[in-house]
């Protein structure tokens, strides 16, 4: 089981702007929704995703607003922004570069 | 735009931080709620649920820390939160902190003050692109006078041939009398050329001004262009006033409109009141001769070219010219300076600068001065808060925490001081401008705290922030948090931390005795103005000017004025003698025209030799003391009609007719080149002005004021008594009452004129004052820091003389030890004090009159007093420590 901090430098943000590409979410439901995405291999504690957020929230790549959730409590629901939109593409290309680099070392031949 | 999001936000998270923190707590919250849920729906009791949810979301202040340092603010709050305490902290100790307060005000106050009187004379004039306007002065070969005129033909020729130039237009000053509503005002006027206006770029503020379309040189109709202070101030502003008459000089003139507010003409210093055409001031006849520099030329550049190419251009056509003209424009070259750098005049555009960088430096020192003497309080306090910073750290305050806290501390003290400093500096600059009347000339400062001025304190309280925070951070820095917080003391101190001490004493020594010196030198010059021989008898001579041209008397009446004034004068008791003169000695006025003796050819700037020119009556010798050598002077023989005469001094009749007697010689001026003097008597060569103090004197020669007349003349009156003073008021009525309209000015001694006025000794007079009231807040500073330091130093010793002293050392010499070390600061100070003295006094050697730079008489006593000085200041803490009782002082520990 991977705990975040063991997760590469900034693919957490990368995690974050992918699940919230699929509709606006409060910060519990971003959690479950990396985990069950991943097969419950990723699980993202609070202590790691909420200082993600607002640094994401600081930089402009999300946006958030105060909702009634599912269970009929006021949440904070994050929203990506059009920059948020811009990065997720520039940081999943990098991503994609990465991981297929290492995986060309990884790999027996 | 992203960034002005991220500002946004990062603005709400200041200014609504409950509601951000609200915010922060109710998201965590919902969080745990959530887990505690699934934890119950997972089958725990809602007991255990709770327990392990608050288990798992582990330290929620520590994740709350953790988002607000995700939207950066961390350093925000802790900045507020230092602010507030270092506030506080200095609440808590109001004596030091007002004494570093007030300490740097007295350091920041006088950077204040010059800046000031800088940036007021260097502002760029209040026109559209300023930084665009020149100033032309004419240059001749093998002289290095340069003079601020352009004959106006050259200017002609300059305007059509060169290329840099959008335009240039012709001014100059003029005193004239406007009367208005039956009163007559003297007013300093600008004469300009049509363009004037067109050129600096400047739009009416009522009515219209000066144009091109009136004529080259202003046209012959007689208008006026009111400034808009004198608006103000005269006709209350009323735009009625635009299209009445007025008289000027006595003839009619119309006043067409006001110039823009803020637009004092273009002679910094003085205040330009009104605008004239200048064809009605001057002649056609002195315009169009080319061998009279007659005209100030401003010239506008274009955009497209620089300083540099505009010199080149001009420099074309002055070898042009010089080819052309080879009479008048022989070795004739024009210089081209950037305007605001040829204040007042373009003559200093090479020395004013270096005067103001001199000046900023001396208030710099003093600065310096005073930043030492609050670091000195600074670092004693810091000893007794090293036990606060080890526990701070102690308590997980990292380094840079202590570090911020400290430099945090000293921006308080030097935000209040240099305010404080800055606003006094600017009330002290106003009341010396009000003071610093100089005579004859009505000084015009418009002193205000101004965007430079402002960015220039605020640079200043930046550096004294450095120079008093830096080093109590670094220390604060160093503390070991490990180290031992209980009470034991080692019987000494560091070596270094003294060391650091008593060079800030002798730093402050030595840049107090930089100034004194500098004092010294301005006195000494002054001293040596003063006893020099100037060929007259200064003492018990009262002037008085009047002008009834501005009142509108001919010729004629004029003479009939003078006649009956000079007789009612010298019959007033207490009178010995009065004569009247055009110029003063040691004025502003002069006329240097070309003269040569008869039989030479014409005289001209290439041919003749430059004289000084007076008209006066034929008391004028006597009355001011000049001894007639040989020879008579005016009398009533020579009048307009006779043939012209002159006196002249030795250094002409040497000059003209070298070796043989000039009485009966003839010779020509330039000025009036109708006319042949005879010379008929020879005075004694007398300095009247001050580049003829110390050299030789310069040719001169004097006409009579009944064969040229002059309106505009100054009585000088001599006295029977010391007090030459006391005639004021009586010969200023017998003037009012020959003719109240006339306007009388400038009343005060000839002992004034050349003591106190720009071109007598006032300079030298106005910076031995200025230095030496600097010299002595340096000096004062400087005894209080050096003071604080022994004091201090024997303080932090008190332990250690007591352990001496009880093993026998004598107070005598404990007392002797302690002076001793002080002697040791002095002594250092003074050395370096002195080195920089010299140096200084190097760069200062231009504008010091009969005195080296290192003028021993000065350093000597500068030296003295600094000696006496740290003697006296040593002599308190000395005696302090050598009255210790031993047996207390160890108890004491």
């Given at each position: 089981m991977s705990k975040p901090t063991d997760l590469v430098q900034g693919t957490l943000d990368l995690l974050v702007l992918r699940v919230l590409s699929l509709e606006p979410m409060h910060g519990w439901s971003i959690a479950q929704r990396i985990r069950q995405m991943s097969k419950e291999q990723l699980r993202v504690g609070q202590s790691a995703l909420y200082p993600a957020l607002h640094k994401l929230e600081q930089q402009g790549w999300i946006d958030a607003e105060w909702a009634i959730s599912e269970n009929n409590r006021r949440a904070k629901y994050y929203r990506l922004t059009s920059a948020g939109r811009k990065a997720l593409k520039t940081e999943t290309a990098q991503w994609e570069r990465l991981s297929s680099a290492i995986s060309l070392i990884v790999k027996p031949a | 735009m992203r960034w002005t999001r991220t500002f946004r936000l990062r603005l709400r998270s200041l200014f609504r931080r409950r509601r951000v923190e609200q915010q922060l707590a109710d998201e965590l919250q919902y969080h745990l709620e959530r887990l505690i849920d699934d934890l119950i729906a997972a089958g725990a009791t809602p007991q255990d649920a709770r327990y392990a949810a608050l288990r798992e979301m582990g330290a929620i202040e520590q994740r709350k820390e953790e988002c607000r340092d995700a939207r950066g603010l961390r350093l925000f709050f802790a900045l507020g939160r230092d602010l507030r305490y270092s506030v506080r902290q200095l609440l808590r100790y109001p004596v030091f902190a007002a004494a570093a307060v007030l300490t740097l005000a007295m350091g920041i106050g006088p950077n204040a003050t010059i800046a000031t009187v800088i940036s007021c004379v260097f502002r760029?004039?209040?026109?559209?692109?300023?930084?665009?306007l020149t100033v032309l002065a004419t240059t001749v070969s093998a002289n290095p006078r340069i003079w601020q005129r352009l004959a106006y033909p050259d200017y002609q020729d300059y305007k059509s041939s060169t290329?840099?130039?959008?335009d240039m237009a012709v001014w100059d000053l003029n005193s004239v009398g406007l009367t208005a509503d039956g009163r007559t005002d003297r007013v300093i006027s600008t004469v300009v050329s049509g363009n004037y206006f067109s050129t600096l770029h400047l739009d009416p503020a009522a009515g219209r001004l000066i144009l091109p379309s009136d004529g080259?040189?202003?046209?012959?109709?007689p208008i006026v262009v009111l400034s808009h202070s004198y608006w103000t101030r005269?006709?209350?502003?009323?735009?009625?006033?635009?299209?009445r008459e007025v008289r000027i000089d006595g003839r009619p003139f119309t006043v067409v409109g006001v110039a823009q507010?803020?637009?004092?003409?273009?002679?910094?210093l003085l205040s330009s009141e009104v605008y004239l055409p200048l064809e009605l001031f001057q002649s056609r006849a002195r315009l169009s001769n080319r061998d009279v520099l007659s005209v100030r030329v401003i010239g506008r550049l274009k955009p497209e070219f620089a300083l540099d190419e505009a010199r080149a251009s001009i420099d074309a056509v002055a070898k042009r010219l010089e080819r052309d003209h080879p009479t008048t424009n022989a070795g004739r070259r024009v210089r081209v300076y950037s305007e605001r750098l040829?204040?007042?005049?373009?003559?200093?555009a090479s020395q004013g600068p270096a005067l103001a960088a001199v000046f900023l430096m001396l208030v710099g020192a003093i600065l310096l001065i005073a930043c030492a003497n609050v670091l000195g309080l600074f670092l004693a306090r810091g000893l007794g808060r090293g036990r606060e910073m080890t526990i701070r750290r102690s308590l997980g305050a990292s380094r840079w925490d202590l570090v911020r806290l400290c430099v945090l501390e000293a921006l308080v003290i030097a935000f209040l001081g240099a305010s404080a400093g800055a606003i006094a500096g600017v009330v002290v600059a106003r009341a010396l401008a009000s003071v610093?009347?100089?005579?004859g000339f009505p000084l015009f400062l418009e002193l205000r705290l101004d965007w430079g001025t402002q960015t220039y304190v605020a640079i200043l309280m930046v550096v004294s922030t450095l120079l008093i925070g830096l080093l109590p951070a670094i220390r604060a820095s160093r503390v070991?948090?490990?180290?031992?917080?209980?009470d034991g003391k080692a019987s000494t101190d560091g070596r270094q931390r003294h060391l650091i001490r008593k060079g800030l004493a002798a730093a402050q020594i030595a840049g107090s005795m930089v100034l004194l010196v500098v004092c010294g030198l301005f006195i000494r010059s002054v001293q040596s103005l003063q006893s020099v021989?100037?060929?007259?008898?200064?003492?018990r001579v009262l002037l008085a000017s009047m002008d009834p041209g501005a009142v509108g008397y001919d010729v004629g009446r004029t003479r009939a004025f003078y006649e009956v004034l000079d007789a009612t004068v010298e019959a007033?008791?207490?009178?010995e003698s009065a004569a009247a003169s055009v110029f003063v000695p040691f004025g502003t006025g002069n006329s240097t025209p070309y003269i040569a003796a008869?039989?030479?050819?014409?005289?001209?700037?290439?041919?003749g030799v430059l004289a000084d020119r007076h008209l006066v009556t034929g008391d004028y010798f006597r009355t001011i003391g000049t001894?007639?050598?040989?020879g008579r002077t005016f009398s009533s023989?020579?009048?307009?009609?006779s043939a012209k005469v002159a006196v002249v001094n030795e250094a002409l009749a040497a000059r003209l007719w070298?070796?043989?007697?000039?009485?009966?010689r003839r010779f020509r001026s330039s000025s009036d080149p109708d006319s042949t003097f005879e010379v008929i008597g020879i005075v004694q060569d007398a300095r009247y002005?001050?580049?003829?103090i110390g050299g030789s004197a310069v040719p001169r020669y004097f006409a009579s004021l009944d064969q040229f007349s002059a309106a505009a003349r100054t009585l000088h009156v001599r006295s029977r008594?010391?007090?030459?003073?006391?005639l004021t008021s009586t010969v200023t009525e017998t003037i009012r009452r020959l003719d109240s309209a006339v306007p009388v000015y400038d009343v005060y001694t000839l002992e004034r004129q050349i003591n106190d006025s720009g071109s007598g000794f006032g300079g030298a007079k106005g910076a031995a004052m200025m230095t030496g009231v600097l010299g002595m807040l340096a000096l004062t500073l400087a005894v209080v820091g050096t003071y604080g330091v022994l004091s201090f130093t024997v303080r932090a010793r008190t332990r250690e003389i007591g352990i001496r002293m009880a093993f026998g050392l004598a107070p005598r010499r404990v007392f002797r030890m302690l002076l001793r070390e002080t002697w040791n600061i002095a002594l250092f100070g003074v050395a370096i004090g002195l080195a920089a003295s010299i140096a200084t006094g190097k760069v200062l050697e231009g504008f010091?009159?009969?005195?080296?730079?290192?003028?021993p008489v000065t350093l000597l006593g500068v030296v003295v007093i600094m000696g006496a000085v740290s003697t006296l200041v040593g002599v308190f803490p000395a005696r302090t420590a050598s009255r210790l009782n031993p047996i207390e002082t160890l108890r004491y520990e």
């Amino acid at each position: 089981m991977s705990k975040p901090t063991d997760l590469v430098q900034g693919t957490l943000d990368l995690l974050v702007l992918r699940v919230l590409s699929l509709e606006p979410m409060h910060g519990w439901s971003i959690a479950q929704r990396i985990r069950q995405m991943s097969k419950e291999q990723l699980r993202v504690g609070q202590s790691a995703l909420y200082p993600a957020l607002h640094k994401l929230e600081q930089q402009g790549w999300i946006d958030a607003e105060w909702a009634i959730s599912e269970n009929n409590r006021r949440a904070k629901y994050y929203r990506l922004t059009s920059a948020g939109r811009k990065a997720l593409k520039t940081e999943t290309a990098q991503w994609e570069r990465l991981s297929s680099a290492i995986s060309l070392i990884v790999k027996p031949a | 735009m992203r960034w002005t999001r991220t500002f946004r936000l990062r603005l709400r998270s200041l200014f609504r931080r409950r509601r951000v923190e609200q915010q922060l707590a109710d998201e965590l919250q919902y969080h745990l709620e959530r887990l505690i849920d699934d934890l119950i729906a997972a089958g725990a009791t809602p007991q255990d649920a709770r327990y392990a949810a608050l288990r798992e979301m582990g330290a929620i202040e520590q994740r709350k820390e953790e988002c607000r340092d995700a939207r950066g603010l961390r350093l925000f709050f802790a900045l507020g939160r230092d602010l507030r305490y270092s506030v506080r902290q200095l609440l808590r100790y109001p004596v030091f902190a007002a004494a570093a307060v007030l300490t740097l005000a007295m350091g920041i106050g006088p950077n204040a003050t010059i800046a000031t009187v800088i940036s007021c004379v260097f502002r760029p004039l209040p026109v559209a692109d300023a930084d665009r306007l020149t100033v032309l002065a004419t240059t001749v070969s093998a002289n290095p006078r340069i003079w601020q005129r352009l004959a106006y033909p050259d200017y002609q020729d300059y305007k059509s041939s060169t290329a840099p130039f959008s335009d240039m237009a012709v001014w100059d000053l003029n005193s004239v009398g406007l009367t208005a509503d039956g009163r007559t005002d003297r007013v300093i006027s600008t004469v300009v050329s049509g363009n004037y206006f067109s050129t600096l770029h400047l739009d009416p503020a009522a009515g219209r001004l000066i144009l091109p379309s009136d004529g080259e040189l202003g046209g012959t109709r007689p208008i006026v262009v009111l400034s808009h202070s004198y608006w103000t101030r005269r006709f209350g502003a009323s735009s009625s006033a635009v299209g009445r008459e007025v008289r000027i000089d006595g003839r009619p003139f119309t006043v067409v409109g006001v110039a823009q507010e803020g637009f004092h003409g273009t002679f910094r210093l003085l205040s330009s009141e009104v605008y004239l055409p200048l064809e009605l001031f001057q002649s056609r006849a002195r315009l169009s001769n080319r061998d009279v520099l007659s005209v100030r030329v401003i010239g506008r550049l274009k955009p497209e070219f620089a300083l540099d190419e505009a010199r080149a251009s001009i420099d074309a056509v002055a070898k042009r010219l010089e080819r052309d003209h080879p009479t008048t424009n022989a070795g004739r070259r024009v210089r081209v300076y950037s305007e605001r750098l040829a204040r007042p005049e373009p003559q200093t555009a090479s020395q004013g600068p270096a005067l103001a960088a001199v000046f900023l430096m001396l208030v710099g020192a003093i600065l310096l001065i005073a930043c030492a003497n609050v670091l000195g309080l600074f670092l004693a306090r810091g000893l007794g808060r090293g036990r606060e910073m080890t526990i701070r750290r102690s308590l997980g305050a990292s380094r840079w925490d202590l570090v911020r806290l400290c430099v945090l501390e000293a921006l308080v003290i030097a935000f209040l001081g240099a305010s404080a400093g800055a606003i006094a500096g600017v009330v002290v600059a106003r009341a010396l401008a009000s003071v610093a009347v100089a005579p004859g000339f009505p000084l015009f400062l418009e002193l205000r705290l101004d965007w430079g001025t402002q960015t220039y304190v605020a640079i200043l309280m930046v550096v004294s922030t450095l120079l008093i925070g830096l080093l109590p951070a670094i220390r604060a820095s160093r503390v070991d948090p490990r180290s031992d917080l209980s009470d034991g003391k080692a019987s000494t101190d560091g070596r270094q931390r003294h060391l650091i001490r008593k060079g800030l004493a002798a730093a402050q020594i030595a840049g107090s005795m930089v100034l004194l010196v500098v004092c010294g030198l301005f006195i000494r010059s002054v001293q040596s103005l003063q006893s020099v021989d100037l060929g007259f008898d200064a003492t018990r001579v009262l002037l008085a000017s009047m002008d009834p041209g501005a009142v509108g008397y001919d010729v004629g009446r004029t003479r009939a004025f003078y006649e009956v004034l000079d007789a009612t004068v010298e019959a007033l008791p207490g009178v010995e003698s009065a004569a009247a003169s055009v110029f003063v000695p040691f004025g502003t006025g002069n006329s240097t025209p070309y003269i040569a003796a008869e039989g030479q050819a014409p005289p001209s700037s290439t041919t003749g030799v430059l004289a000084d020119r007076h008209l006066v009556t034929g008391d004028y010798f006597r009355t001011i003391g000049t001894p007639l050598l040989r020879g008579r002077t005016f009398s009533s023989v020579d009048t307009q009609g006779s043939a012209k005469v002159a006196v002249v001094n030795e250094a002409l009749a040497a000059r003209l007719w070298p070796g043989d007697d000039p009485l009966g010689r003839r010779f020509r001026s330039s000025s009036d080149p109708d006319s042949t003097f005879e010379v008929i008597g020879i005075v004694q060569d007398a300095r009247y002005r001050r580049d003829e103090i110390g050299g030789s004197a310069v040719p001169r020669y004097f006409a009579s004021l009944d064969q040229f007349s002059a309106a505009a003349r100054t009585l000088h009156v001599r006295s029977r008594t010391r007090t030459a003073e006391t005639l004021t008021s009586t010969v200023t009525e017998t003037i009012r009452r020959l003719d109240s309209a006339v306007p009388v000015y400038d009343v005060y001694t000839l002992e004034r004129q050349i003591n106190d006025s720009g071109s007598g000794f006032g300079g030298a007079k106005g910076a031995a004052m200025m230095t030496g009231v600097l010299g002595m807040l340096a000096l004062t500073l400087a005894v209080v820091g050096t003071y604080g330091v022994l004091s201090f130093t024997v303080r932090a010793r008190t332990r250690e003389i007591g352990i001496r002293m009880a093993f026998g050392l004598a107070p005598r010499r404990v007392f002797r030890m302690l002076l001793r070390e002080t002697w040791n600061i002095a002594l250092f100070g003074v050395a370096i004090g002195l080195a920089a003295s010299i140096a200084t006094g190097k760069v200062l050697e231009g504008f010091l009159f009969g005195v080296p730079p290192y003028d021993p008489v000065t350093l000597l006593g500068v030296v003295v007093i600094m000696g006496a000085v740290s003697t006296l200041v040593g002599v308190f803490p000395a005696r302090t420590a050598s009255r210790l009782n031993p047996i207390e002082t160890l108890r004491y520990e």
